[in-house]
């Protein structure tokens, strides 16, 4: 299950109820990825989507309707 105590986290962005997680969930990612969570009830969160990101996981930030991630030898990515 996505988001399960398998999940190595290398970051965590917060905007609005959602928690942006750049994370690797060993059997379904082969390298980092961005897992979405809705937060608006903090005991039971609940898994939205994921988007597989090339490369490693550095780091995220996010503001507005974009999340950046540093992805290690792949560089930036903007994602909208």
């Known amino acids: 299950t996505v988001g399960d105590d ?8 917060i905007s609005g109820s959602l928690a942006f997680i750049l994370g690797w969930e060993p059997g ?3 390298e ?3 897992f979405l969570f809705d937060i608006s009830t903090p005991s039971a969160p ?13 780091g995220i ?3 507005g309707e974009y999340a950046y991630i540093a ?3 792949e560089g930036l990515r903007v994602i909208e």
Do not use: K, N
């Open 46 to 58: 609940a898994f939205v989507g994921m988007y597989d990101t090339p490369g490693s996981g550095g």
């Open 32 to 34: 980092a990825a961005l």
């Open 28 to 30: 379904i990612t082969d």
């Open 71 to 73: 992805a290690g030898s």
């Open 6 to 13: 398998t999940m190595e986290t290398y970051d965590v962005a």
């Open 61 to 63: 930030a996010v503001t």
